[in-house]
């Protein structure tokens, strides 16, 4: 998304996941920047594909545990001096 949606975002697209560091309001998908903590992950934007709920559940499992195993592994930075 660019500046069109009120500011640059950093994302990572494919042509049937995109995964936006911004919380994005699933009923509008307006682009809240005051979130840009939070990512969201938008599955088959284009409605290429018809995904039963159990394959979507399985992507945005997958997804939560990768944000999880992420928060747990993240290294600390210390100031040294």
């Not at 290429?48 to 930075?77: A, G, R």
């Amino acid at each position: 998304m660019g500046w069109e949606y009120g500011g640059q975002w950093l994302s990572s697209v494919t042509r049937h996941v995109r995964i936006y560091a911004a919380y994005i309001d699933p009923e509008t998908c307006e682009f809240d920047q005051t979130q840009t903590d939070k990512l969201t992950l938008i599955l088959d934007p284009t409605d290429e594909f018809v995904w039963t709920e159990e394959s979507c559940h399985k992507v945005y499992s997958y997804f939560q545990e990768l944000v999880d195993h992420y928060e747990i592994c993240k290294p600390s930075y210390k100031e040294t001096g």
